[in-house]
């Protein structure tokens, strides 16, 4: 498998919740709780929202939230603010061949 | 503070080397895993591979394996990303990475922007 599967795009309106999943298989995110995900603006480096499947790193708000379930993961974001449009990514650690880490196929998420 | 500097924007023709860098500063250099992540003009990320400066132990993605090298002086806190023969599908933006949790990077440097014209 060469990269998790995403939507590729998600929309909502200010104030209300949005999901994203991130299906994988049982060779990564359904064998593992080393599921990521990350932020991109435009022209900006990737920044890490949720490690370890739900875990906040310090400073990112409690509105994002992830979960997983079988080889299917997902990010919530509730209350969506309009500076949180932007393309999300998921990784997941894998063993497949040599592989390391597989980033999932971006998600544009779009305030309405 | 934690900080990953990565060498600037390059030009390069089909068939030339290219070796580009990422310096880290504000913690123990040799202790953490640096991964190189390739992304395409507006596609996604894409997981190169990675290396451990302390014994510059590396793994790489088999879409990247023979393709590029990975390399670190811990020395001077540096990790390199090298190409002997460049190509235009080359033509990316590349990011150095810090595995700050387990197979999350939580610091990223500012990418380099490889062109290579045929």
């Known amino acids: 498998q060469s990269a998790l599967t995403q939507p590729a795009s998600v929309s909502g309106s200010p104030g209300q919740s949005i999901t994203i999943s991130c299906t994988g298989t049982s060779g990564d995110v359904g064998a593992y709780n080393y599921v990521s995900w990350y932020q991109q603006h435009p022209g900006k480096a990737p920044k890490l929202m949720i490690y370890e499947v739900s875990n906040r790193p310090s400073g990112i708000s409690n509105r994002f939230s992830g979960s997983k379930s079988g080889n299917t993961a997902s990010l919530t974001i509730s209350g969506l603010q309009a500076e949180e449009e932007a393309d999300y990514y998921c990784?997941?650690?894998?063993?497949?061949?040599?592989?390391?880490?597989?980033f999932g196929t971006g998600t544009k998420v779009t305030v309405l | 503070e934690v900080q990953l500097v990565q060498s600037g924007t390059e030009v390069k023709k089909s068939g030339e080397s290219l070796k580009i860098s990422c310096k880290g500063s504000?913690?123990?250099?040799?202790?953490?895993?640096i991964g190189w992540v390739r992304q395409m003009p507006g596609k996604g990320l894409e997981w190169m591979g990675i290396?451990?400066?302390?014994?510059?132990?590396?793994r790489y993605s088999p879409s990247f394996q023979g393709q590029v090298t990975i390399s670190a002086d811990k020395s001077i806190s540096t990790a390199y990303l090298q190409w002997s023969s460049l190509k235009a599908s080359d033509t990316a933006m590349y990011y150095c990475?810090?595995?700050?949790?387990?197979?999350?990077?939580?610091?990223w440097g500012q990418g380099t922007l490889v062109t290579v014209s045929s």
């Open positions: 290396i451990y400066p302390d014994d510059s132990h590396t």
């Open positions: 990784s997941s650690y894998t063993t497949s061949s040599t592989l390391s880490l597989l």
């Open positions: 504000g913690y123990s250099f040799s202790n953490y895993w």
């Open positions: 990475a810090r595995s700050t949790y387990n197979y999350a990077y939580g610091h």
